[in-house]
């Protein structure tokens, strides 16, 4: 039966709410009781939602391998930076991904698509390696907001004014 999954009073309510609802409706009512799986976005727009995990997933595996390392001179002023690490993995690597997705549109003319797996690896990588995020967003912010082409001294020479006849 439907709610055979809840517990307690939530089965009673969803048993209430189906048999004054009747049959006919019963398959509609179903999917308001299914898993939050199943009304989880797959896209954020034009990333896969996986870049969030990824990006966390890479932060945690770098906070991990610097536990490790340096777990025999532990510098206690870093436990708030590995605390917060998978966050801040979620947003660089979303953040990171979503860059690296509009630097390849700004270098192409033709339509892209990049395969979901191309997205999770830049995730994971700019999760881990936040120095590289970093890099990325000072690359783009100068393909964007780069000021124009400098000209050479020579051709910002003016032409001399000719005097007018006298």
Same mark, same amino acid.
């Given at each position: 039966?439907?709610?055979?999954?809840?517990?307690? =009073?939530?089965?009673?309510?969803?048993?209430?709410?189906?048999?004054?609802?009747?049959?006919?409706?019963?398959?509609?009512?179903?999917?308001l009781f299914r898993s939050p799986?199943? #009304?989880?976005?797959?896209?954020?727009?034009?990333?896969p939602v996986g870049v969030v995990?990824?990006? #966390?997933?890479?932060?945690?595996?770098?906070?991990?391998?610097?536990?490790?390392?340096?777990?025999? $001179?532990?510098?206690?002023?870093?436990?708030?930076?590995?605390? !917060?690490?998978?966050?801040?993995?979620?947003?660089?690597?979303?953040?990171?991904?979503?860059?690296?997705?509009v630097s390849l549109h700004l270098?192409?003319?033709?339509? @892209?698509?990049?395969?979901? #797996?191309?997205?999770? #690896?830049?995730?994971?990588?700019?999760?881990?390696?936040? @120095?590289?995020?970093?890099?990325?967003?000072?690359?783009?912010?100068?393909?964007?907001? $780069? +000021?124009?082409?400098?000209? !050479?001294?020579?051709?910002?020479? $003016?032409? +001399?004014?000719? $005097?007018? =006849?006298?």
């Amino acid at each position: 039966m439907l709610g055979d999954h809840l517990v307690g =009073p939530c089965r009673v309510v969803a048993n209430l709410l189906l048999e004054a609802i009747g049959t006919h409706q019963h398959l509609a009512m179903e999917s308001l009781f299914r898993s939050p799986r199943h #009304a989880t976005p797959t896209n954020l727009g034009p990333l896969p939602v996986g870049v969030v995990w990824f990006g #966390a997933t890479g932060a945690v595996v770098a906070s991990m391998r610097g536990i490790f390392y340096h777990n025999d $001179k532990w510098d206690s002023s870093y436990n708030y930076w590995h605390i !917060s690490r998978p966050f801040l993995g979620a947003v660089t690597g979303s953040v990171g991904a979503l860059l690296y997705l509009v630097s390849l549109h700004l270098g192409s003319s033709s339509p @892209i698509t990049v395969n979901r #797996a191309t997205f999770y #690896a830049v995730a994971f990588v700019l999760g881990f390696a936040d @120095i590289a995020f970093v890099e990325l967003l000072r690359n783009v912010t100068d393909v964007i907001i $780069k +000021p124009g082409q400098k000209t !050479s001294p020579t051709s910002q020479q $003016k032409t +001399p004014v000719e $005097k007018p =006849p006298t």
